[in-house]
């Protein structure tokens, strides 16, 4: 134990006597991971709404031409009923989708009114169980010829997969090259330190110090300046992010259909990422401003 606290006594003075760099190092740090924690929040988000999109828009609309009769209407109707799969088929007129639209703007509905026509399509709107279902209406619907087109949650799904995965790969890019920065950053502010006491160091080792008793001093200090880089991140990061939800949190959810995963949930998984990044960084930059010195 009196190993442990002289490490942390050590770290603490070191920062002290290096107060500029350590300051430089930690905004360094914070920055990165709050850069991150933007990537972090937005992919939470845009998953959570994609699997609502899976549960929630089970409905495919096939949306008919103008000039269809109404047999070839009712016989579309009767093979959609037909697919397995399939749990309700029903039939909407374009001046019922026009209303559900004007609903849908609210105070701005009534700029529809200006159109001078109704320009949307009959349709019809078919309820499935499955994805495979869905699939299946929308092979059947389109071979129809009084089919104008289709519109399934399918579509949406799909597109937010690759909005996902491409902000995924971005995240992972960007993060290594923001963490090979930290790494250096936290370095060179350690290696000036080792440069202040490169005579008390050289004593240490003549007199039989060990590599590692050397290192440990310097290995806390990059661990405690990344722990309150992590700590400072988590907390900007919680507190814009909360604000965001009491403010636009309701608009999401009446604009998607899907809320905004809480800051409660998200600040403490950011809290466990930030500390084991921001820690690592810190050890990692430690280990290597230490290497010239010690030749490990």
Same mark, same amino acid.
């Given at each position: 134990?009196?190993?442990?606290?002289?490490?942390?006594?050590?770290?603490?003075?070191?920062?002290?006597?290096?107060?500029?760099?350590?300051?430089?190092?930690?905004?360094?740090?914070?920055?990165?991971?709050?850069?991150?924690?933007?990537?972090?929040?937005?992919?939470?988000?845009?998953?959570? !709404?994609?699997?609502?999109?899976? #549960?929630?828009?089970?409905?495919?609309?096939? !949306?008919?031409?103008?000039?269809?009769?109404?047999? +070839?209407?009712?016989?579309?109707?009767?093979?959609?009923?037909?697919?397995?799969?399939?749990?309700?088929?029903?039939?909407?007129?374009?001046?019922?989708?026009?209303?559900?639209?004007?609903? #849908? $703007?609210?105070?701005?509905?009534?700029?529809?009114?200006?159109?001078?026509?109704?320009?949307?399509?009959?349709?019809?709107?078919?309820?499935?169980?499955?994805?495979?279902? %869905?699939?299946?209406?929308?092979?059947? %619907?389109?071979?129809?010829?009084?089919?104008?087109?289709?519109?399934?949650?399918?579509?949406?799904?799909?597109?937010?997969?690759?909005?996902?995965?491409?902000? +995924?790969?971005?995240?992972?890019?960007?993060?290594?090259?923001?963490?090979?920065?930290?790494?250096?950053?936290?370095?060179?502010?350690?290696?000036?330190?080792?440069?202040? #006491?490169?005579?008390?160091?050289?004593?240490?080792?003549?007199?039989?110090?060990?590599? $590692? !008793?050397?290192?440990?001093?310097?290995?806390?200090?990059?661990?405690?300046?990344?722990?309150?880089?992590?700590?400072?991140?988590?907390?900007?990061?919680?507190?814009?992010?909360?604000?965001?939800?009491?403010?636009?949190?309701?608009?999401?959810?009446?604009?998607?259909?899907?809320?905004?995963?809480? %800051?409660?949930?998200?600040?403490?998984?950011?809290?466990?990422?930030?500390? %084991?990044?921001?820690?690592?960084?810190?050890?990692?930059?430690?280990?290597?401003?230490?290497? #010239?010195?010690?030749?490990?």
């Amino acid at each position: 134990m009196s190993r442990i606290f002289y490490n942390i006594k050590q770290a603490f003075l070191q920062i002290g006597r290096n107060k500029g760099l350590s300051l430089a190092s930690i905004f360094a740090i914070t920055a990165m991971m709050m850069i991150l924690g933007v990537f972090f929040v937005v992919s939470v988000n845009v998953n959570l !709404f994609t699997e609502m999109v899976k #549960r929630d828009y089970n409905t495919v609309e096939v !949306f008919l031409k103008d000039d269809i009769s109404d047999s +070839q209407t009712k016989q579309i109707m009767n093979d959609l009923t037909g697919i397995d799969g399939v749990t309700e088929v029903s039939y909407r007129t374009k001046a019922q989708a026009l209303k559900i639209m004007k609903e #849908r $703007w609210g105070e701005s509905g009534y700029l529809l009114d200006s159109l001078g026509g109704n320009p949307l399509p009959n349709s019809i709107l078919v309820k499935v169980k499955s994805l495979d279902a %869905a699939d299946n209406v929308n092979k059947l %619907a389109i071979a129809h010829s009084g089919v104008e087109s289709t519109k399934y949650y399918k579509e949406t799904v799909d597109r937010l997969a690759k909005v996902t995965n491409f902000m +995924q790969i971005s995240a992972v890019v960007i993060m290594i090259f923001l963490v090979i920065v930290s790494v250096l950053v936290v370095s060179n502010t350690i290696k000036l330190t080792v440069f202040a #006491r490169a005579r008390e160091i050289s004593i240490m080792k003549y007199i039989g110090a060990t590599n $590692w !008793f050397i290192r440990g001093p310097f290995l806390v200090e990059g661990m405690i300046i990344g722990a309150i880089s992590s700590l400072i991140a988590s907390g900007i990061a919680y507190t814009v992010y909360k604000k965001l939800v009491s403010v636009i949190g309701m608009k999401v959810l009446t604009m998607l259909s899907s809320p905004l995963v809480p %800051a409660g949930y998200l600040a403490s998984n950011l809290v466990i990422i930030f500390l %084991a990044l921001g820690i690592g960084i810190g050890a990692v930059g430690s280990i290597i401003s230490m290497r #010239r010195f010690l030749d490990a």
